[in-house]
């Protein structure tokens, strides 16, 4: 659905956070994070999806006050 990387990825040593924001059985939408180069991830949060597999998606990124923001449901972009 998304991914994106930690504000401070690559400007400091051991900062390599990149987040994603995926579908599981098209019931649950789950955000984890991993370090690159690391084998593991980090469940961050677990969220029931509307019972409406066509329309599974949603959003996420960092703020510019530096929180994670998540959003599910459509993600139509008006343009």
Do not use: E
């Not at 996420?60 to 998540?70: A, N, P, S, V």
Request: charged share 15%.
């Amino acid at each position: 659905i998304g991914i994106t990387l930690d504000p401070d990825f690559g400007k400091n040593l051991g900062n390599d956070w990149v987040y994603v924001h995926y579908s599981v059985n098209g019931s649950t939408n789950r955000v984890v994070r991993f370090k690159t180069g690391s084998d593991g991830l980090q469940t961050l949060i677990d969220m029931s999806t509307p019972n409406a597999g066509n329309h599974n998606g949603g959003t996420i990124l960092f703020g510019t006050d530096g929180k994670l923001y998540i959003t599910q449901g459509d993600d139509h972009q008006f343009t």
